[in-house]
């Protein structure tokens, strides 16, 4: 992914975590998703007829705040150019607590295109089809085994799942008293091709239940030569059989050898955000180790590294929610700026007194601490990267280091 699509990626998920925050007192918040297609005059037709039957609802609060969105949307509409992908508004008298309710509107362009039409008129925005905007199709299958257990389980974008585990009862190498070697073998191998059918009957239940425009493949994990019996086999669904995509060693066959199977097939999806973003940090953690210096993290270190043109590689979370405050006492004595994470929707009060005249301190400015530095990574020609919290690294990541790291082009001894 791009830095800039990446970044758009970033601002698209925190406005609707916010808009996922805001609540009406009863159904007067309306969602109002417009494709491309849709005529405008249409869309303004239906309005009027929604803010005609509105006038019946018995609770004057509740018919007055819808009356007044849709009043709110019309007036929009009358110059509004409706983007390629297509454009939604939400629009209502939002809860802000001490019985007050405030008149808001967001607008959102999406990042693709919408395709259906909706008014919808809740408590709540409607978000679901911006949400699944937000999620990574890509699917693969994936199986750890040995003769003992087996794990099946889903890489779905940058998120591993567990969903099967099996055990076998599958007898050891050493025959008990009283039984032919012949016999013995015997025995084992049924039960080891029962148990491998089981596997293969429950692995391709899971893999079958995906959408199939969006699974890609099939990754088998586990100690030779068990894994290439079990592919030899034929034990998936035939449509399954054919999406094999590859076998790799790996110690364990629990839901933690999910984890090494994804990493034993680095190269087979090196195209995937998720594999970019783990051998970043990897290279990250690396330099760190090496004490080689070209390793930067928490927001002052990384901001002094930037401000000199050190960094080659800003990484990010996705998780990372702050914000920068620009703190002024009103008699001029006093400025100060401070970094506090920020919950979506809530801008506490953060100003405090004085230390010199004890008066108290205005809020003069807010920056999100991800878009202030993100522009001055441009302007030192730094790439900027954003790392996922789904995965092992990615939450190391966030939480071990803050969310913001560096990878330096040279030693800088800051």
Same mark, same amino acid.
């Given at each position: 992914?791009?830095?800039?699509?990446?970044?758009?990626?970033?601002?698209?998920?925190?406005?609707?975590?916010?808009?996922?925050?805001?609540?009406?007192?009863?159904?007067?918040?309306?969602?109002?998703?417009?494709?491309?297609?849709?005529?405008?005059?249409?869309?303004?037709?239906?309005?009027?007829?929604?803010?005609?039957?509105?006038?019946?609802?018995?609770?004057?609060?509740?018919?007055?705040?819808?009356?007044?969105?849709?009043?709110?949307?019309?007036?929009?509409?009358?110059?509004?150019?409706?983007?390629?992908?297509?454009?939604?508004?939400?629009?209502?008298?939002?809860?802000?607590?001490?019985?007050?309710?405030?008149?808001?509107?967001?607008?959102?362009?999406?990042?693709?295109?919408?395709?259906?039409?909706?008014?919808?008129?809740?408590?709540?925005?409607?978000?679901?089809?911006?949400?699944?905007?937000?999620?990574?199709?890509? *699917?693969? =299958? +994936? $199986? %750890?085994?040995?003769?003992? #257990? !087996? *794990?099946? =389980? +889903? $890489? %779905?974008?940058?998120?591993? #799942? !567990?969903?099967?585990?099996?055990?076998?009862?599958?007898?050891?190498?050493?025959?008990?008293?009283?039984?032919?070697?012949?016999?013995?073998?015997?025995?084992?191998?049924?039960?080891?091709?029962?148990?491998?059918?089981?596997?293969?009957?429950?692995?391709?239940?899971?893999?079958?239940?995906?959408?199939?425009?969006?699974?890609?493949?099939?990754?088998?994990?586990?100690?030779?030569?068990?894994?290439?019996?079990?592919?030899?086999?034929?034990?998936?669904?035939?449509?399954?059989?054919?999406?094999?995509?590859?076998?790799?060693?790996?110690?364990?066959?629990?839901?933690?050898?999910?984890?090494?199977?994804?990493?034993?097939?680095?190269?087979?999806?090196?195209?995937?955000?998720?594999?970019?973003?783990?051998?970043?940090?990897?290279?990250?953690?690396?330099?760190?180790?090496?004490?080689?210096?070209?390793?930067?993290?928490?927001?002052?270190?990384?901001?002094?590294?930037?401000?000199?043109?050190?960094?080659?590689?800003?990484?990010?979370?996705?998780?990372?929610?702050?914000?920068?405050?620009?703190?002024?006492?009103?008699?001029?004595?006093?400025?100060?700026?401070?970094?506090?994470?920020?919950?979506?929707?809530?801008?506490?009060?953060?100003?405090?007194?004085?230390?010199?005249?004890?008066?108290?301190?205005?809020?003069?400015?807010?920056?999100?601490?991800?878009?202030?530095?993100?522009?001055?990574?441009?302007?030192?020609?730094?790439?900027?990267?954003?790392?996922?919290?789904?995965?092992?690294?990615?939450?190391?990541?966030?939480?071990?280091?803050?969310?913001?790291?560096?990878?330096?082009?040279?030693?800088?001894?800051?």
């Amino acid at each position: 992914m791009s830095e800039q699509s990446a970044h758009s990626k970033y601002e698209f998920k925190k406005k609707l975590e916010e808009l996922r925050t805001k609540k009406g007192r009863g159904t007067e918040l309306i969602s109002l998703y417009i494709p491309p297609t849709k005529q405008i005059s249409d869309i303004t037709s239906q309005l009027r007829t929604e803010h005609g039957q509105a006038a019946n609802i018995k609770s004057k609060v509740t018919k007055d705040n819808v009356q007044g969105a849709v009043e709110s949307l019309l007036s929009r509409l009358r110059y509004v150019e409706v983007p390629e992908n297509g454009i939604v508004f939400f629009t209502g008298a939002v809860d802000i607590g001490a019985n007050k309710t405030n008149m808001e509107t967001t607008i959102v362009e999406p990042p693709q295109p919408i395709i259906t039409y909706r008014y919808h008129c809740d408590s709540s925005f409607y978000l679901e089809p911006l949400e699944e905007m937000l999620r990574d199709a890509k *699917t693969y =299958g +994936l $199986l %750890v085994l040995d003769r003992r #257990e !087996a *794990t099946v =389980g +889903l $890489l %779905v974008g940058k998120h591993i #799942e !567990a969903f099967r585990h099996m055990t076998s009862s599958v007898p050891g190498k050493q025959r008990k008293g009283g039984q032919s070697a012949h016999r013995y073998q015997q025995l084992r191998l049924i039960a080891i091709h029962e148990f491998f059918k089981r596997i293969g009957e429950s692995a391709s239940e899971v893999f079958m239940g995906v959408n199939q425009k969006d699974f890609e493949g099939v990754l088998i994990g586990g100690p030779s030569p068990t894994k290439e019996e079990f592919e030899a086999g034929e034990f998936f669904h035939h449509e399954i059989q054919k999406k094999v995509l590859g076998m790799f060693d790996i110690a364990y066959t629990d839901e933690s050898g999910l984890s090494e199977l994804v990493n034993a097939a680095s190269e087979k999806l090196s195209d995937l955000d998720l594999m970019v973003e783990k051998k970043l940090v990897q290279r990250f953690l690396k330099e760190l180790v090496s004490d080689s210096g070209k390793a930067a993290y928490g927001e002052a270190q990384v901001r002094q590294n930037l401000s000199i043109g050190a960094v080659e590689v800003l990484l990010i979370s996705e998780g990372l929610r702050a914000e920068r405050i620009t703190l002024r006492c009103p008699t001029g004595d006093y400025e100060n700026k401070i970094t506090r994470d920020f919950k979506p929707g809530e801008h506490p009060d953060a100003s405090g007194t004085c230390p010199v005249c004890g008066t108290h301190l205005e809020v003069v400015e807010r920056a999100d601490i991800v878009d202030e530095l993100s522009e001055l990574a441009d302007q030192m020609a730094t790439n900027v990267e954003f790392v996922s919290t789904d995965f092992d690294e990615g939450s190391q990541l966030f939480n071990a280091f803050g969310g913001i790291v560096a990878i330096l082009r040279f030693n800088t001894g800051v």
